[in-house]
């Protein structure tokens, strides 16, 4: 079975007193967060924010080094089975305005309710569920 490694990360901003999560409508169908194949040498977190700039135009963004998150999950290329793990970080951004790439047909900035039902796959709406409890944990809620 084939193995295939991305990272992605969970963009949000602060908007008054809520958070606004980014999903991404992806061409093929499906609501989630941007993600990526790692580039050769690449860390995790290299890629996760590369990703995000290529597909969003986000720049200007803070990671959590406190939170990080795995999904895993199988699909199925052609007759080839490929077992999947995206690591996942947190962060925040000022920049409202998107720019898509062709990956993407839409997005929306979401606070926690309507992007968790907006969000395509179970394991996507537990990966905001955790990452929106952990900033609801958060003592002053700043990262």
Request: proline residues 1%; aromatic residues 14%.
């Amino acid at each position: 079975m084939a193995r295939e490694h991305s990272a992605g990360i969970i963009v949000f901003r602060r908007v008054r007193d809520k958070q606004l999560y980014l999903i991404l409508h992806y061409q093929a169908g499906h609501w989630g967060f941007p993600k990526g194949h790692i580039e050769f040498e690449e860390t995790d977190k290299e890629a996760a924010t590369r990703e995000v700039a290529e597909e969003t135009g986000i720049y200007s963004i803070d990671i959590d080094d406190n939170f990080h998150e795995e999904l895993k999950y199988m699909f199925t290329d052609g007759d080839h089975k490929i077992l999947k793990t995206v690591t996942f970080f947190l962060g925040e951004t000022n920049q409202e305005e998107v720019t898509l790439s062709k990956e993407h047909k839409d997005y929306k900035w979401l606070p926690f309710n309507f992007a968790y039902k907006t969000v395509t796959f179970e394991s996507t709406k537990e990966l905001l569920r955790k990452a929106d409890d952990y900033l609801n944990s958060q003592s002053d809620g700043n990262l």
